[in-house]
Structure formats: C-alpha cells, structure tokens
C-alpha cells in the first residue's frame, strides 16, 4: 500500500520525523542479526487547573496544550460558562497549567478515580457516565463513500504508528477529509490532544466524524460523545461496554473497518450506503510491518 507524499490536506498532521518524539536503539532480531530500530518516547506531563494539581499523564510530549486543555474538558473541570485566561506550558518541568477566570475545587473527583482500558494506564475522575444524560449528538447522516474514502487516505499518511509502532492515532474529519491527526501512547491522550485543539479553536462538532486506531472501549465512546461528535470509527475492535453506551447515547459506531469490510453495531440509521464495497480496493486480513506493534 503507497503512503501519500503529502499531508496538506490536513489543519494537523502527524510529524514522525519531528525531533523528540522517537529514539534510535539498537537490538539483535531472532537470528541474533543486530537491528536498528526507531521506538516511540514517552514522558510525565503534570496537568494543573489553576493552583490545583490534576494528573501527572504519560506522553510523547507533543501539543500539550492542547492535551491539557482536551483532559480538563473530557473530564468535565472546564465548563462552558466559564473564561480561559491562559495555558502556560513549562517545558523544562514538564507542566502545564491551565488557568480560568475562577478558582474551582474538584476535591471529590479527585478522590473518585477509574484506571482505564487505555495504553499507558489512562486515568478518569469522577463518574465515568456523568454527563451524558444531557448529551444530544446530531442526526446527521455519514456517506459509506466518504468512511472508505478516509480509511483510505489516513491508512497511507506517513505517521508514527507506521514509523515506530506502539502508539495510537485519532483523527477529526468531516465528510472525506481528515482535518487534525493527533497520535500519542494512549488513545485516551490523542483523542483529548483533539478536544484541546477544538477547544482552542472554537471549532464546532457537527458534521464531524472520528477516527481512531484503537479499540472502541467505553472510555473512546464516552469521550467522542461529550465532544459531540455523533460518529465514531476504527480499523480495530470493540469492547461490549463500549457498545452499549453508544447505543444509549445514539451514537453511531464503526469497528473492524478494513478495505471493503466495517461492522456498524450502534447508530446504523445515520449511514448512507452510497459506495457499492465490491469496489472498494481491499486489504489482505493479515498484514504486517517490520517492528509494528
């Protein structure tokens, strides 16, 4: 499968050849041959709301303004009635702090929290299903031509996943374009890099759609449904949880996509079915990449 030369189709596109975020090591293979290897960094980010200390999240140290802004709002410590006054990053101690215009305690989901499904060990405050009673995610449609399309053009973008391995990738995309790829060790920290990025940006969730390398876990489709995203997608699997809170909350969820082949197990209704997969180029079911994990 050919990569594509170019990303400038996209806001934000992935940097695998930025400094910092791979390192070289050297190791022997199962013939005892020495082989050189890119592997993937990752490090602390100490997360702060005003004078209060949140988490301490592990990274690969990229955007994280936007992770930090992204994981305050997922986990609902940023309202919307309230004024961001600065996000002030400190490279040299590995802090970010994110400041609003009062001072809020979060005492008691602080004491509350939930080790995730994620890689690298993601972490949620409070009641994992607080706030979704309130979400009402969009009814609108997603063309089948315009998922192909994407799987198609973010399976051949140049990225750490195919550099490296041992990461994950999110992608906000509307109709056939992908829009902001974010990568990092968990999945939890790339699609919050997004929330961060639209946040920012004040940038609006209709008419989007996401998509993830990873699992779809409870933890994803909670996440995509308080963005207000109503679509979510991935070459990979689903957990049963996962479903089920998809079905609850209406939103449309898309599994194993590879090639011609997807499973839709919550929101079939927003599907239009306008691409005939019969044409749609197909992968083998098992493919490999020398060091992909």
């Known amino acids: 499968m050919a990569r594509l030369d170019n990303t400038t189709d996209y806001i934000i596109a992935p940097r695998p050849a ?5 390192r070289g090591v050297t190791g022997t293979d199962q013939n005892g ?3 050189n290897l890119n592997v993937v960094e990752e490090r602390p980010l100490t997360i702060y709301l005003n004078s209060q200390e949140i988490v301490t999240a592990m990274t690969i140290g990229d955007y994280p303004e936007y992770l930090a802004l992204g994981f305050l ?3 609902g410590m ?7 006054k600065g996000v002030d990053y400190d490279e040299e101690l590995s802090v970010v ?3 609003t215009d009062g001072q809020t305690t979060y005492e008691d989901k602080l004491k509350k929290k939930t080790r995730t499904s994620g890689c690298a060990v993601g972490t949620v405050f409070g009641d994992m299903m607080e706030g979704l009673s309130d979400v009402a995610l969009p009814d609108t449609t997603v063309k089948t031509s315009d998922l192909y399309a994407l799987a198609a053009k973010i399976n ?3 990225s750490l ?4 391995g041992a990461i994950h990738g999110t992608v906000l995309c509307q109709d056939d374009r992908p829009l902001v790829y974010m990568e990092d060790v968990g999945r939890h920290n790339a699609v919050d890099k997004i929330a961060g990025w639209m946040l920012s940006e004040d940038v609006s969730a209709d008419g989007k759609i996401l998509y993830t390398t990873g699992r779809l876990t409870s933890e994803m489709v909670i996440k995509t449904a308080l963005m207000g995203i109503p679509v979510l997608a991935s070459r990979s699997g689903f957990t049963a949880w996962g479903v089920e809170i998809a079905q609850q909350v209406g939103l449309t969820l898309i599994g194993r996509m590879k090639g011609q082949r997807f499973v839709c197990l919550s ?3 927003r599907l239009v079915r306008d691409a005939d997969p019969s044409e749609i180029e197909n992968e083998p079911r098992k493919s490999g990449r020398k060091g992909r994990e």
């Open 18 to 22: 930025a400094s910092g975020l791979t």
């Open 33 to 35: 041959d020495q082989i």
């Open 73 to 75: 709002k997922n986990q």
């Open 267 to 269: 929101g079939e209704t």
């Open 156 to 158: 051949r973008t140049p």
């Open 161 to 164: 996943y195919l550099e490296a």
């Open 97 to 99: 702090v994110v400041r």
């Open 78 to 84: 940023l309202r919307d009635d309230e004024t961001l």
